[in-house]
């Protein structure tokens, strides 16, 4: 089957040690790109930090972000965004605030930190609750501590509420986005915007907010340092993340895609962005 979307998660699977996109990585990304293969980050990073980091490598993708709640094309132009109810953002964020963990909230008029010097990109605090009298649409909470023990009660917390999705991608953090935004809803809601089966989408990952892309599609790929849980479910494990290990594959993607016989080499598929 033709490989016609490349799908990857960014922290601790695309990326570097340093959070970057290695040389190796950024050509075999273009060189996809030029053979007809689309590229999507999927990532629980806003568009402000996810797009800078492509913007440095000098590619341009098309980004699922914050866990599956916004859809941008290259652009930057939203297509699809998925909000937290009001009234239940409101007692998430109330919950979060009465526990003192720190907390990075994603809105439709930008995004809001307790703590500007972990989340650079991110204004202050208090610029939100001045939005928020004006019922700002939320659509991710990151709540973040260093004390691992108090970040599992509060996910367990919340894991019997049925109107948010609650997932993390590291031990010192927890992230709350609407039941319906996950990394691999929005994949799937995005293949058939553009037209593109499942069996034509590999995905890569590593983390636990990567797993409802591993339950949805089956030609995974996950990186040497994945959880366990991803690991099992992934068809194929490659390389680890600091060695290039999506660079790799996706040069052996593209060997096997040049000595399939039955593509003609001038005409490369191309997605179009419906309007």
């Not at 999927?42 to 000098?58: C, D, K, L, M, P």
């Not at 060997?255 to 191309?270: D, E, G, I, M, R």
Request: aromatic share 10%.
């Amino acid at each position: 089957m033709e490989v016609k979307i490349l799908a990857s998660d960014l922290d601790g699977t695309l990326l570097d040690q340093n959070s970057r996109i290695s040389e190796k990585t950024a050509k075999a990304i273009k060189e996809a790109q030029n053979a007809g293969i689309h590229f999507i980050a999927v990532t629980g990073r806003s568009w402000e930090t996810a797009h800078q980091i492509f913007q440095e490598a000098g590619i341009e993708v098309d980004y699922i972000l914050l866990n599956g709640a916004e859809f941008r094309i290259s652009s930057g132009e939203i297509i699809y965004q998925e909000f937290i109810q009001q009234d239940v953002a409101e007692k998430v964020i109330d919950y979060l605030l009465t526990a003192r963990v720190g907390l990075e909230i994603n809105t439709d008029k930008g995004d809001f930190s307790t703590d500007t010097d972990l989340c650079q990109t991110a204004s202050v605090f208090s610029e939100f609750l001045q939005f928020g009298e004006k019922k700002t649409k939320i659509l991710k909470l990151f709540a973040f501590s260093n004390e691992a023990i108090l970040m599992k009660n509060i996910k367990n917390h919340f894991s019997d509420w049925k109107e948010i999705f609650v997932t993390s991608s590291a031990v010192w953090n927890v992230e709350i986005t609407a039941s319906v935004a996950q990394k691999g809803n929005m994949l799937k809601k995005i293949i058939q915007y553009y037209g593109v089966s499942e069996d034509e989408v590999i995905i890569f990952g590593d983390g636990e907010n990567d797993e409802t892309m591993f339950q949805k599609f089956r030609r995974s790929r996950a990186v040497g340092n994945a959880v366990p849980l991803i690991r099992d479910l992934s068809e194929k494990v490659i390389g680890y993340h600091y060695e290039n290990g999506v660079a790799k594959e996706i040069d052996q993607i593209l060997k096997s895609k040049s000595k399939n016989p039955f593509l003609c080499k001038n005409k490369y598929f191309v997605l179009t962005v419906k309007k």
